[in-house]
C-alpha cells in the first residue's frame, strides 16, 4: 500500500523537522521545502496527498503558495500554519481555498486529525461524486433558481464546501438556512459522515449544554446513564447550529473551546474527548449589536464568521418563484396523492407579484395549500390565499390631510403600497399603475434605497 504524501513548507528548520519527524513516525512520506518557491517547484510534475504551509516565508508567501496549489487540476488539501492571533490571514486562507487552518504553537494532536481529515476525504473523493451524482436532482430544494443572486449563493457554497472551514449562513426565517447547510455538506468531503442539525432556539438553558456537549451519568437529576451530544454524534461530519445567537454565554465559552481545540468535555466529565467536526451556524440576528450588549462574545463571533453567505429573501428574486412554484406544486402532488397539472398564467403572475414575508417557506405551504385544495386540475387566481392576491378583504386606507402638497402625496402613497407589498417594486408598481423604472425614479428622489 502506497505511503501517504505529505509535502511541508515551513522555513523554520526546527519546526519543520519536528514535523517531519511526528508525521514520519506514522508512515507518512514527508518532503519539506524551506521556502515558497522551493514548495512550489517540489508540487510540479509529482502526486501529493496533503501539504501543509506556513504563512510567512521567504520568497513567497504560504497565501500565494496556497492560489497556486488550489488552482491545479487534482489538488491536494492545503492546510495552512498561521501566527497565534492572525486570524485575518485564517480567513483569507480560507476564502482563497485552504481546507483548514492551525493556529502556532501548534497542538499536534489538534494537527494530526486535520491532516487524518484531509487526506481521508480525499481517498474518498471518488464515491463522493457517485454519491453526490444519485443526489443531484433537485438537490437545491428550496436553493433552486437561476436569479443571479442565487447563481452566485450557490456557487459560493460549492466553492466552500470543498474547505474545511466554519461556515456562517445569515438570512430570514423562511429563506433555507438549513437547506444551504446540507449542500454544503453533501458537497463537501465529509459526504460519508452524519449531517446533524440543532436548533438553539428551541432548547432550554438547562439543557442545551447536555445536548450539544452530552453528560455523564450522574451528572445532575436525570442522567440515569451516559449520553452523547450532538458534537460526538456529528463526529466525522458536520454540525449545522441553527440561531447561534441564542447560546447563553456560559455555553459560548464551550463552544469556543470546541473549535479552538477541537476537543469537547460532557457534562459531569472529567476527560476530554476529540471530535472532528465541521460547524455551520445560522442567525438572523445581529450578533455585532448583540456583542456590544455583552449577549455574544466577539471571539466566538471571528470564529464562527470564518465565511458568511448571505440568503437573499425570495422578494429580492421573484424571478424563480415559477421554478419554486413548480417544484412544490409537484412535491404537493406526491405526498397528497393529487394531479393537479399546472398554474394558470393569471395564478403565477399573482404569486410573483406577492412580497413573501415569510420567504421560501411560506410559498411552499401556499402552493401546497391550493393543490390540496384544487376542484380542478389547474390553480388559479382564486384557489390562492387572499393575502397573496389581494383580491379580497379589508382595503387598507392612506388618510392626507386636506392642504397636502400633491407631490407630498404621491410619496406617501408610494412609500405606504411599497410598505403593504413588503417591498416587492414589480407588485407596487402595478398597483400605482406605473412602470418600474418610473417607481425607482421616484425612490430615487425621495433619496430611498431601491433595496430598503
Not at 274 to 295: F, N
Not at 316 to 332: G, M, N, Q, V, Y
Not at 422 to 442: C, E
Amino acid at each position: 500500500m502506497a505511503k501517504t504524501r505529505m509535502l511541508i513548507a515551513e522555513d523554520d528548520a526546527g519546526a519543520a523537522e519536528a514535523l517531519r519527524k511526528a508525521f514520519g513516525a506514522e508512515s507518512y512520506e514527508v518532503q519539506l521545502a524551506r521556502t515558497g518557491i522551493e514548495a512550489r517547484d517540489a508540487f510540479r510534475g509529482e502526486r501529493w496527498d496533503v501539504v501543509l504551509t506556513d504563512v510567512v516565508m521567504p520568497d513567497m508567501d504560504g497565501l500565494t503558495l496556497l492560489k497556486e496549489l488550489v488552482a491545479a487540476p487534482q489538488a491536494p488539501p492545503v492546510i495552512v500554519m498561521t501566527a497565534y492571533g492572525s486570524i485575518e490571514r485564517a480567513v483569507q486562507a480560507m476564502k482563497d481555498g485552504a481546507f483548514d487552518f492551525m493556529e502556532k504553537p501548534l497542538d499536534l494532536d489538534n494537527l494530526r486529525s486535520v491532516v487524518r481529515s484531509a487526506v481521508e476525504g480525499r481517498s474518498r473523493e471518488p464515491d463522493n461524486r457517485a454519491y453526490r451524482a444519485k443526489l443531484k436532482k433537485g438537490k437545491h430544494g428550496l436553493l433552486m433558481g437561476q436569479s443571479p443572486l442565487m447563481h452566485d449563493l450557490v456557487e459560493r457554497a460549492l466553492r466552500v464546501a470543498q474547505t474545511n472551514a466554519t461556515v456562517m449562513l445569515q438570512g430570514e426565517s423562511g429563506t433555507g438556512k438549513e437547506l444551504l447547510a446540507r449542500l454544503i455538506h453533501t458537497e463537501s468531503l465529509r459526504v460519508r459522515g452524519p449531517f446533524v442539525p440543532v436548533n438553539s432556539a428551541g432548547l432550554t438553558q438547562s439543557i442545551i449544554e447536555s445536548e450539544l456537549f452530552g453528560h455523564t451519568r450522574g451528572a445532575f437529576t436525570g442522567a440515569i446513564k451516559d449520553k452523547k451530544g450532538k458534537f460526538e454524534l456529528a463526529d466525522g461530519g458536520t454540525l449545522f447550529l441553527d440561531e447561534i445567537g441564542e447560546i447563553p454565554l456560559n455555553v459560548q465559552v464551550k463552544l469556543l473551546r470546541v473549535l479552538q481545540e477541537r476537543e469537547i468535555e460532557r457534562v459531569g466529565g472529567e476527560a476530554p474527548i476529540k471530535v472532528d467536526v465541521r460547524l455551520v451556524s445560522a442567525t438572523h440576528r445581529d450578533l455585532p449589536a448583540l456583542i456590544k450588549t455583552g449577549e455574544f462574545r466577539e471571539d466566538l463571533y471571528y470564529r464562527v464568521k470564518v465565511i458568511v453567505l448571505q440568503i437573499p429573501p425570495l422578494r429580492e428574486r421573484s424571478e424563480d418563484i415559477p421554478e419554486l412554484a413548480e417544484h412544490f406544486r409537484k412535491t404537493a402532488n406526491e405526498r397528497n396523492h393529487r394531479k393537479v397539472e399546472a398554474f394558470t398564467p393569471a395564478a403565477l403572475e399573482a404569486l410573483c407579484g406577492y412580497g413573501w414575508p415569510g420567504n421560501v417557506r411560506e410559498l411552499e405551504n401556499v402552493v401546497e395549500q391550493a393543490v390540496v385544495l384544487a376542484t380542478t386540475e389547474t390553480v388559479d387566481v382564486d384557489g390562492l390565499p387572499e393575502e397573496v392576491t389581494g383580491r379580497k378583504g379589508p382595503q387598507e386606507v392612506l388618510h392626507i390631510p386636506v392642504g397636502t402638497s400633491l407631490k407630498q402625496t404621491e410619496k406617501d402613497l408610494i412609500l405606504e403600497t411599497l410598505r403593504k407589498v413588503g417591498g416587492n417594486k414589480t407588485q407596487a408598481a402595478r398597483l400605482l399603475g406605473i412602470g418600474v423604472r418610473t417607481l425607482y425614479r421616484k425612490l430615487d428622489e425621495y433619496g430611498e434605497r431601491p433595496d430598503s
